[in-house]
């Protein structure tokens, strides 16, 4: 099998990074090379986000850059901007018009998967091509598997696709319908992976509220966490962990609590789909299934085992209606809410949703002063804290290597710690292995997250 070389450049959520692994191993038993330099590479594929209008902007720029830079390899765009029409349109900027990107191949998001298939992907003949997903294809899992990461903290897909509707959200245009994936093909994938070496899985999905709905004989998402500990408990508890990607405040009913106590490695860190806490935001949001006060309940709730616990939330400001009286009250909210971190966007058009056309849109400059205080407010938490963990004994460090470096000899090795925090490694460490929970022990602060040193035996 002769040898071909591909660039690949993904951007988005963590679903879009397993994907792209999944892509890049089929890719690999295929004969092609990976290459980090994509002027040399034959294929260069970018997986897009869409989820805002800098996502777009983000992958027409990449688009531009790469065709400039790789002119002779087949340009292909994938992912959930492939499915919109505005990445490849012409764009005025500052008096000028920037050209169209030319691309070899557009994939959209629905029909990804057909790129596993690819036997030296793309014959040079083939031009813009625009296939269309088979008939059953947005019923169905996508059949994407992993047996590694690029990254020490790999990524596990359970679910993929959305049902609700937010009223700001294109991912149901862009991912269609959920669907679950068989816990039997989630159980055998988290196995290979903790077996390789990895110490530390993100279990994630696109809503995985929605986990179970189109496949009730797979049980809900709670049901699949808890059986899935476990299974893996008796083999890799206290030698790895599990970390939840996102949930709802709606998720955190008593039985959500009791779920995430009776499990042996999932983290004491949660990242909730906040959106906001104004009840009169969260209906125009299309959330109002959900009070934001039910998060406050279950991080009491959680105390009782989780006395310390990672806290971060996604927070959108300058929705259309907003008014001051919304931003106080979300402020007050956050205030009130042991948030360790939290990621704080100005709301972004999204052509096709309900949104889009509501009145009452933000002066963009207003936008980015919203979040600017709502972020100013987090960061007031945060560093409460992160002060806090100067005080415990000890913490276990998951480090953020690169596949291939089995080893390190040299200081500043980052990672994370069981409360999502972000850990520098400073002491040089002779041999500092990929794998593995390293216990370490908080040394001091700097604007990154803590400074750590190894406790105990490596």
Not at 102 to 116: E, G, H, N, S
Not at 259 to 266: A, E, F, G, K, Y
Not at 358 to 381: D, L, S, T
Not at 402 to 421: D, L, P
């Amino acid at each position: 099998m002769s040898t071909w070389k591909f660039h690949l450049l993904t951007f988005g959520c963590k679903v879009n990074q397993y994907e792209s692994q999944s892509l890049r191993e089929a890719w690999q038993r295929k004969g092609g090379e990976e290459c980090d330099d994509p002027s040399v590479a034959d294929v260069v594929c970018v997986n897009s986000c869409a989820i805002t209008a800098k996502g777009e902007r983000d992958a027409r720029a990449a688009l531009l850059r790469l065709r400039r830079t790789a002119p002779q390899a087949r340009l292909v765009l994938t992912g959930c901007a492939a499915q919109l029409p505005g990445v490849l349109a012409p764009v005025r900027r500052r008096n000028a018009q920037q050209p169209r990107p030319t691309v070899d191949y557009i994939i959209p998001q629905a029909d990804k998967a057909r790129l596993l298939d690819a036997l030296m992907p793309f014959p040079a003949e083939g031009g813009q091509q625009v296939p269309h997903a088979a008939a059953n294809a947005a019923q169905t899992f996508p059949p994407f598997a992993i047996d590694g990461f690029r990254r020490a903290r790999p990524v596990l897909k359970v679910q993929d696709g959305c049902e609700h509707r937010c009223t700001y959200c294109i991912v149901p245009l862009t991912r269609g319908r959920s669907r679950s994936r068989d816990p039997q093909a989630v159980l055998a994938e988290a196995r290979r992976l903790l077996r390789a070496g990895h110490a530390e899985i993100m279990v994630s999905g696109i809503n995985l509220r929605q986990y179970g709905r189109d496949k009730p004989e797979y049980g809900d998402f709670w049901s699949l966490l808890v059986w899935l500990d476990r299974e893996l408990a008796p083999e890799f508890a206290g030698k790895a962990r599990l970390r939840i990607s996102s949930l709802e405040p709606g998720q955190l009913d008593a039985r959500g609590v009791d779920s995430l106590l009776s499990c042996r490695l999932v983290c004491p860190h949660l990242h909730i789909s906040l959106q906001h806490a104004s009840p009169h935001m969260l209906r125009r949001m299309g959330r109002g299934h959900y009070r934001a006060e039910t998060l406050q309940d279950a991080v009491r709730a959680l105390a009782a085992q989780w006395p310390i616990m990672g806290l971060g939330a996604d927070i959108i400001l300058g929705f259309p209606g907003e008014t001051e009286a919304d931003v106080d009250c979300l402020l007050d909210f956050v205030a009130a809410t042991s948030f360790s971190y939290a990621h704080v966007f100005p709301y972004s058009v999204r052509p096709g949703t309900a949104a889009a056309a509501f009145a009452g849109h933000i002066a963009p400059q207003e936008k980015q002063e919203r979040a600017r205080r709502v972020r100013e407010a987090v960061a007031r938490q945060q560093a409460v804290f992160r002060q806090a963990q100067l005080a415990l004994p000890a913490m276990l460090l998951a480090a953020d290597v690169s596949e291939g470096q089995g080893t390190r000899k040299t200081a500043g090795i980052r990672g994370v710690n069981e409360f999502y925090v972000p850990c520098r490694l400073l002491t040089p460490v002779p041999a500092m292995p990929l794998s593995g929970l390293v216990p370490v022990r908080p040394t001091g602060l700097d604007a990154a997250g803590l400074l750590v040193e190894p406790a105990g035996t490596l």
